[in-house]
């Protein structure tokens, strides 16, 4: 089976940096995605990893380990448009029930809420 | 340069409507999907399509049906609305076969918002 965790909510301060954590448990990992979407609004890409180890976009920075599953989205210097919905999505093969098991689809977790106060 | 145009943006049906979602492209990419989002349950994959003629199943399927007759255009048909597919419906594209690296992550839609009474 597959499951795809994070934390389902997160309040942080404007200015300050903050850690929004995602643990996952596939079949034929190939990839990590990280997604902002704001309320009533579509998903749109933030990062992307296929290697162990840290990509830094700007303010956002993105972590992965496969030996662990696990992945995280630093925001630095949190701004009040930062409050979003954040979506882990892990490339790979989706559960059973049905399904013809194509690896390649995106499978997404279920987003965590980020709220920054001033 | 639209990118992923959705329409309508929002639905209202009665339960045993059917009704058709359209969805269509103008980046010229191979993959197109179908998701859909509840709260709490996250992005759920209905169905999607690598290219033109062929399509397959997600994690959702039921009652659901879907085409690929053009690179551009990927349509979703409800053939039954019932209550439980009230929900927000994602298309989405990407230019690789399946959404992979930087270069090909998945592109958006707005967004259909449909309610079933």
Not at chain 2, 37 to 43: I, R
Not at chain 2, 89 to 101: G, M, V
């Amino acid at each position: 089976g597959q499951n795809i965790d994070q934390p389902t909510e997160m309040t942080a301060t404007e200015g300050a940096i903050v850690q929004i954590n995602c643990t996952y448990q596939t079949s034929g990992f190939n990839g990590l995605f990280w997604y902002q979407q704001h309320a009533g609004e579509a998903p749109t890409f933030l990062s992307y990893n296929v290697l162990d180890g840290l990509e830094e976009k700007g303010r956002f920075s993105s972590f992965l380990s496969r030996s662990k599953g696990y992945s995280y989205l630093l925001l630095k210097e949190l701004q009040m448009k930062d409050s979003a919905s954040y979506l882990c999505a892990v490339r790979g093969l989706l559960p059973s029930g049905g399904y013809g098991g194509s690896q390649g689809n995106l499978i997404f977790g279920k987003g965590t809420k980020l709220s920054v106060k001033p | 340069n639209a990118g992923v145009t959705q329409t309508p943006k929002f639905q209202v049906l009665k339960t045993g409507q059917s009704m058709t979602l359209q969805c269509a492209q103008d980046m010229n990419h191979e993959y197109m999907s179908w998701y859909r989002q509840d709260p709490g349950m996250g992005l759920r994959l209905i169905h999607y399509s690598v290219g033109a003629g062929i399509t397959d199943q997600g994690e959702v399927p039921n009652g659901y049906n879907v085409s690929r007759s053009t690179t551009e255009d990927f349509p979703l048909r409800l053939l039954s609305a019932a209550p439980s597919q009230t929900s927000v419906y994602f298309c989405a594209s990407s230019s690789a076969l399946f959404p992979s690296s930087y270069n090909s992550p998945l592109h958006f839609g707005n967004g259909t918002r449909l309610t079933v009474t």
